[in-house]
Every structure is written in structure tokens, then in C-alpha cells.
């Protein structure tokens, strides 16, 4: 029997199964919900079949749409700007850790992930509500007059998606800087190199596919992130996902569907203007 003809019918039998799995159950209903995106509003079922446009170009035309779109997209880039400021730092101080050190460091992160995004939400508002604990210290210590509502506003749900995402970025740069042989450092000292020039020039570059991987993940989670926005926002401060949730709940079946892929075309635009600007290809010489 030819062993390469073997080896073929291994790989194919092992890739199978999996994509079977999601053929069945991603694709096609991802493509059952392309088609309703271009079907007709109905108020006694799911959908009339006939086919319209009217879905998206009311999308692109209606100015209040286009308003969730730029608030989308300027919450979402405020997180990731924060979420690599901040989380650069840190991976880089849990990436020179000893293994030991780094596990715990990775663990401890990790735990405010096992509490449920309701309940991290919620505790928002005992620290942001109009008698949380922000309003009541500025106004005991005479800053401000009478108790403020800092919660349905731009600031309390980038923070509460940075407190929640900030995690998942630390850990991606964290394991893409610990894999960074520490021979191109002590490389470039050894050339006259500065810390600064040295950080520039080979740790961050080294560090591309980690910043890459962490700003989409950190994308695709922002942008889905129902339940933060929803509690967090409320009806004063909606995004395009709040959006999708609305026409779902008022049985607008097709809108919902056609702004869920205007939702999934921006995180697509996004993902590869982080791939041209970060350039991740660079580390395997591809690029």
C-alpha cells in the first residue's frame, strides 16, 4: 500500500468528523441566516420570502444607525488601545517570571473569569450608581455637590469591558513573550543596544503574533459582549450587538439578521487592519 496514500486517508479521516461537525452546525446556519437577511419583514412569521435589499440599505442610510456604527467602533478601539497599554506591562513583568511565578500570576488573572459577566456587571452599579460608592466618596469629601449617575454612559461600559477582557490580552502576550529567545536580547546589549532601543527593535516585533492574536480576540469578545453593554449602558448607551438584540425581541427577524452581518463584517475589517498594521507574518520571515 503507497504510504503517502495512507497517510491521506489518516489526515482525512481524523479532519473529517470535525468538519462535518462544522459544516452542520456553523455553516449552514450561518448561511440559513444570510438568506433570511435578505428576506421581507413579517408580522405573523419568521420571514416573507421576498427577497429585499431594504434590510441593508436602511442599515447604511438611516443616520441613527450609522451613529451605532461609529459608537461601535469607537468603544471597541478604546478598549483594545487599553487593554494593550495595560496589559503590555504586565505580560512583560509575567513574562521574565519563573515558570512557577508566571502560572500563578496567569492563575490569579484568570479568576475573576470564573465569576458570571452578570455578576462582575452588577457589581458595577454598587460602585458607579448614583449612591455607589464613586458618587458617595466625591460628594463626602465635598468634590461635588449632590450624588451623580455615572452608569449608561460611554466611560461605564468601556470600563466594564476593559475589566473583563483586559485577562485575555494579558495571556496572549504573555505566552508570545515568554517563547521570545532571550539571546536576541542579550544580541542587541551586546551591540550597544539601550533598553529602549532594544525593546523597539526586537522584543516588541517579537512579540507581533501575541498582539495580534490579543487585540482580535479582545475584538471579537467587545463586540459580542451583550450582557456588559446592555446592563452597563442601558437604553441611553447602545451599541450595534444591543441593536441585533432589539429587533430579535420585536420579531424583526431578517434586521436582525442583516445587522449581525454588518456586526461580523466589521469585526472582519477589523481583524485584518490588525494583521496589516501589527504584521504578525514578520516572526516567521514571512513578510
Not at 442583516?258 to 494583521?275: E, H, N, R
Amino acid at each position: 500500500m503507497n504510504p503517502s496514500l495512507s497517510r491521506n486517508s489518516l489526515a482525512w479521516a481524523v479532519a473529517l468528523p470535525p468538519l462535518i461537525i462544522l459544516a452542520l452546525f456553523f455553516v449552514v446556519p450561518l448561511g440559513y441566516l444570510l438568506f433570511i437577511s435578505f428576506m421581507t419583514n413579517s408580522a405573523t412569521s419568521l420571514f416573507d420570502v421576498q427577497p429585499t435589499l431594504a434590510n441593508y440599505t436602511e442599515i447604511f442610510s438611516d443616520s441613527f444607525y450609522w451613529l451605532i456604527i461609529q459608537r461601535t467602533l469607537l468603544s471597541t478601539a478604546v478598549v483594545l488601545i487599553l487593554c494593550l497599554l495595560l496589559g503590555y506591562p504586565a505580560a512583560f513583568y509575567a513574562a521574565h517570571l519563573s515558570p512557577r511565578g508566571r502560572l500563578i500570576m496567569l492563575m490569579i488573572m484568570m479568576v475573576p473569569l470564573m465569576v458570571s459577566n452578570v455578576v462582575r456587571a452588577y457589581g458595577w452599579f454598587a460602585i458607579l450608581g448614583r449612591r455607589g460608592v464613586l458618587s458617595g466618596t466625591l460628594t463626602g469629601t465635598g468634590i461635588i455637590e449632590r450624588p451623580v449617575q455615572y452608569l449608561y454612559s460611554f466611560e461605564a461600559v468601556t470600563l466594564g469591558l476593559l475589566t473583563i477582557l483586559l485577562p485575555f490580552m494579558v495571556v496572549s502576550l504573555t505566552n508570545s513573550l515568554a517563547t521570545i529567545d532571550k539571546h536576541y536580547t542579550e544580541a542587541a546589549h551586546s551591540l550597544g543596544a539601550g533598553p529602549w532601543r532594544t525593546f523597539l527593535r526586537v522584543t516588541l516585533p517579537l512579540s507581533s503574533p501575541g498582539i495580534a492574536s490579543g487585540l482580535m480576540l479582545v475584538t471579537f469578545l467587545a463586540l459580542s459582549a451583550y450582557v456588559s453593554i446592555a446592563l452597563l449602558g442601558g437604553p441611553r448607551y447602545k451599541l450595534l450587538v444591543s441593536m441585533v438584540f432589539d429587533s430579535v425581541s420585536t420579531f424583526r427577524w431578517p434586521r436582525a439578521a442583516a445587522l449581525s452581518f454588518v456586526l461580523l463584517l466589521i469585526a472582519f475589517i477589523i481583524a485584518i487592519v490588525i494583521q496589516l498594521v501589527v504584521r504578525p507574518q514578520r516572526v516567521q520571515g514571512k513578510a
